[in-house]
Nanobody, 115 residues
Framework: QVQLEESGGGLVQAGGSLSLSCAAS????????MGWYRQAPGKQRELVAT???????NYADSVNGRFTISRDNVKNTVYLQMNSLKPEDTAVYYC?????????WGQGTQVTVSS
């Protein structure tokens, strides 16, 4: 099985930065698209950013210009650099990966931005 392990969440002041990492491990054949999603209390999970295996990137309008997604195909890791954080960015952040068997999700990491 393929497992995603996230790290980097925490508490940060508004205007600060955090870096999230998500490493895939296990029986990996090939990971195609990867992405980051987030879910705030009382809201549905929403897309934050995606990146293809060829490093083509897409961002939600709410984070475009502030967040940067990247990946290392050798390490099977996707990253999310979050700058200029706002309180409305507070959420549980989940990474996912498109493996041959379907979408795989991480367990989520809490990001809290205080004002």
């Amino acid at each position: 099985q393929v497992q995603l392990e996230e790290s980097g969440g925490g508490l940060v002041q508004a205007g600060g930065s955090l870096s999230l990492s998500c490493a895939a491990s296990g029986r990996i054949f090939k990971i195609n698209d990867m992405g980051w999603y987030r879910q705030a209390p009382g809201k549905q999970r929403e897309l934050v950013a995606t990146i293809t295996r060829g490093a083509r990137k897409n961002y939600a309008d709410s984070v475009n210009g502030r967040f940067t997604i990247s990946r290392d195909n050798v390490k099977n890791t996707v990253y999310l650099q979050m700058n200029s954080l706002k309180p409305e960015d507070t959420a549980v952040y989940y990474c996912n990966a498109d493996h041959i068997g379907g979408l795989i999700w991480g367990q989520g990491t809490q990001v809290t931005v205080s004002s």
